[in-house]
Structure formats: structure tokens, C-alpha cells
């Protein structure tokens, strides 16, 4: 005999061991949680670490390395920041970054416009050549980059390394906008065409202003890629002057001894910007990769 349900109420759907569709239960909770703390751990403690470490000397880390210091050595931080010439590291880097990433998205997008709704029988081949160096290797290119740029008077300068740094994001930059831009309807451009509206000022002031989270999907690449970037600026500039962040704690290892508290210090002012970045713009950047990823 059937189970009669009284009128006006409804049968429980249910997913087996009387849970409701859809609901998890305690067990796989446990275990999902688990899993994330694990993860949050292998996240958060060695900056910890470092942190911690940052303020000890280089005799005290060596007789404890996982326990607090005795004494805090604010002092690490001072030397560090004086012998890594720490602000003219940071400009650099900021400005390295930061060019190169605007750079990159207007050319990217220029180009993903051109290659999404210019269509002609030369498109396929020109946006083939363009990213297939997703494929290339920064290891790859190092030789003919140094090449080039003795070629053209461009090493030992600014503006080599961020023509360096801005064509190199350039292959991913433009596969993203161009799958982007084609899942915008023609039917804008054509309208936009009709009422007497050139291709400059329909990337300018209606296709462009559609791409925001595309573009934050690749200056979130950019930036992380760029800042922390080592091997082209090595090749690039022997310049001190013209270093950056990373170069400059390489000053703090030596091939037979290492200064470990001003060396942790200097990880740490060199990882900081990134932090903050990350604090600040954290919304953002979970909107601009969640978009970036369905739509991009």
C-alpha cells in the first residue's frame, strides 16, 4: 500500500540515507574540509615560516629553525633594505610590471579585435603565428632576445625590457581576447557599421569596455608573471640600476655562506607588494578568473 501524503504537503525528495537532493553528507563534509585545511596549511605556513625566521640571525635559525626567536631582530630588515637598494628594485619592478601589463592588454585587445570580426583569408594564419608562442619556452628565447637586442641598442635599457616583457604576454593576451571577442554578436559591429560608426571607434568605445574581465584575467597572469620575473632581466641589463626585485635578493646568497635573517627579510619586502596586491584587489581577481575561465 502506497504512503499517502496529506494535501497540501509534498514528498521529501531524497538522495538516499534520508538526505535531501542535492545536500552533502557529514562524512564527505568532513573530508572536503579536511582536504582545504590541508591545503590552507601548505599555503600559509611557509610564509609563516619565512616571516618568523626573517627576524632572527643567521647563528639562532641555524640552532632552531621551527621555533620562535629569543630575541626579534628588527635589524635584518634595515641592512636588507639598505644593501638590496630595495627602492630603486621596487620602481623598477613597478614600472616593468605595470607598462608591460597595460601595454599588453591594448595591443591584445587591438589584435583580438582585429583577428575576432576583420575576417579575411590571412586571419587564420596571422593568429596561428601569434599564438603559437604559447608554446615557446622563456628558456627558448633567451639567446636570440640577447641577440636582438644588441642588434637593435636596446640592452642595458628600460625600454628593451619592456618591449621584452610586453611581447612575451602577448600570445596568451591574444587568444584570450579573440575568444572573447567572437562570442560578442556581429550584430553590434554591423549596427554600429550602419549607422556610420568606423572600426576604430567601435573597439574604442563598444567592444573594448566589454573585454574588462578578459583584461582582468590577463593582468592577473601579467603581473604575477612579470614581477617576479628573473632569467630576461639577467640577459637584458647589467645595469644595477636597472634590476629589479628579484635580482636584487640574489645580492643577499653567496656560493659559501648565506646571511639567512637578511635574506629571509629581503624574501619577505620582496613578497609584500604581492600580498598587498592580493589583499587589496582580491574581489577582483576571483571575478576576473572566474570570467576569464567560462568565457575566455
Same mark, same amino acid.
Given at each position: 500500500?502506497?504512503?499517502?501524503?496529506?494535501?497540501?504537503?509534498?514528498?521529501?525528495?531524497?538522495?538516499? %540515507?534520508? =538526505? #535531501?537532493?542535492?545536500? /552533502?553528507?557529514? @562524512?564527505?563534509?568532513?573530508?572536503?574540509? &579536511?582536504? $582545504?585545511?590541508?591545503?590552507?596549511?601548505?599555503?600559509?605556513?611557509?610564509?609563516?615560516?619565512?616571516?618568523?625566521?626573517?627576524?632572527?640571525?643567521?647563528?639562532?635559525?641555524?640552532?632552531?629553525?621551527?621555533?620562535?626567536?629569543?630575541?626579534?631582530?628588527?635589524?635584518?630588515?634595515?641592512?636588507?633594505?639598505?644593501?638590496?637598494?630595495?627602492?630603486?628594485?621596487?620602481?623598477?619592478?613597478?614600472?616593468?610590471?605595470?607598462?608591460?601589463?597595460?601595454?599588453?592588454?591594448?595591443?591584445?585587445?587591438?589584435?583580438?579585435?582585429?583577428? %575576432?570580426? =576583420? #575576417?579575411?583569408?590571412? /586571419?587564420?594564419? @596571422?593568429?596561428?603565428?601569434?599564438?603559437? &608562442?604559447? $608554446?615557446l619556452t622563456i628558456q627558448s628565447i633567451m639567446v636570440p632576445l640577447?641577440?636582438?637586442?644588441?642588434?637593435?641598442?636596446?640592452?642595458?635599457?628600460?625600454?628593451?625590457?619592456?618591449?621584452?616583457?610586453?611581447?612575451?604576454?602577448?600570445?596568451?593576451?591574444?587568444?584570450?581576447?579573440?575568444?572573447?571577442?567572437?562570442?560578442?554578436?556581429?550584430?553590434?559591429?554591423?549596427?554600429?557599421?550602419?549607422?556610420?560608426?568606423?572600426?576604430?571607434?567601435?573597439?574604442?568605445?563598444?567592444?573594448?569596455?566589454?573585454?574588462?574581465?578578459? %583584461?582582468?584575467?590577463?593582468?592577473?597572469?601579467?603581473?604575477?608573471?612579470?614581477?617576479?620575473?628573473?632569467?630576461?632581466?639577467?640577459?637584458?641589463?647589467?645595469?644595477?640600476?636597472?634590476?629589479?626585485?628579484?635580482?636584487?635578493?640574489?645580492?643577499?646568497?653567496?656560493?659559501?655562506?648565506?646571511?639567512?635573517?637578511?635574506?629571509?627579510?629581503?624574501?619577505?619586502?620582496?613578497?609584500?607588494?604581492?600580498?598587498?596586491?592580493?589583499?587589496?584587489?582580491?574581489?577582483?581577481?576571483?571575478?576576473?578568473?572566474?570570467?576569464?575561465?567560462?568565457?575566455?
Amino acid at each position: 500500500m502506497g504512503v499517502v501524503v496529506p494535501a497540501g504537503q509534498h514528498r521529501r525528495p531524497t538522495g538516499g %540515507a534520508g =538526505l #535531501r537532493r542535492g545536500e /552533502t553528507s557529514p @562524512l564527505a563534509k568532513v573530508l572536503l574540509y &579536511g582536504v $582545504l585545511v590541508l591545503f590552507t596549511l601548505a599555503t600559509v605556513f611557509p610564509l609563516l615560516w619565512l616571516v618568523i625566521n626573517s627576524f632572527k640571525t643567521t647563528q639562532a635559525f641555524q640552532m632552531d629553525r621551527l621555533g620562535l626567536p629569543e630575541r626579534w631582530v628588527v635589524e635584518n630588515y634595515v641592512h636588507a633594505w639598505s644593501i638590496g637598494e630595495f627602492e630603486t628594485l621596487i620602481l623598477n619592478s613597478v614600472v616593468y610590471t605595470f607598462v608591460s601589463t597595460l601595454a599588453a592588454i591594448l595591443l591584445s585587445a587591438a589584435a583580438g579585435f582585429a583577428f %575576432a570580426k =576583420l #575576417r579575411s583569408r590571412w /586571419t587564420p594564419l @596571422l593568429h596561428g603565428s601569434f599564438v603559437i &608562442g604559447i $608554446l615557446l619556452t622563456i628558456q627558448s628565447i633567451m639567446v636570440p632576445l640577447f641577440l636582438a637586442a644588441n642588434m637593435v641598442h636596446l640592452y642595458n635599457s628600460r625600454v628593451g625590457v619592456l618591449l621584452v616583457y610586453t611581447g612575451i604576454s602577448l600570445p596568451i593576451g591574444i587568444y584570450l581576447f579573440t575568444a572573447y571577442i567572437r562570442s560578442i554578436p556581429d550584430a553590434i559591429v554591423e549596427s554600429a557599421r550602419v549607422d556610420g560608426a568606423s572600426y576604430l571607434t567601435i573597439f574604442h568605445r563598444i567592444v573594448f569596455p566589454m573585454t574588462r574581465p578578459v %583584461a582582468a584575467t590577463l593582468a592577473i597572469i601579467n603581473i604575477a608573471t612579470i614581477w617576479n620575473e628573473f632569467m630576461l632581466i639577467n640577459i637584458l641589463v647589467s645595469d644595477d640600476a636597472l634590476k629589479s626585485l628579484p635580482v636584487g635578493i640574489l645580492r643577499f646568497s653567496g656560493a659559501l655562506s648565506s646571511d639567512y635573517g637578511k635574506q629571509f627579510a629581503a624574501l619577505v619586502i620582496g613578497m609584500l607588494p604581492m600580498v598587498l596586491f592580493y589583499l587589496v584587489f582580491r574581489k577582483q581577481i576571483a571575478k576576473g578568473v572566474s570570467a576569464g575561465a567560462v568565457k575566455g
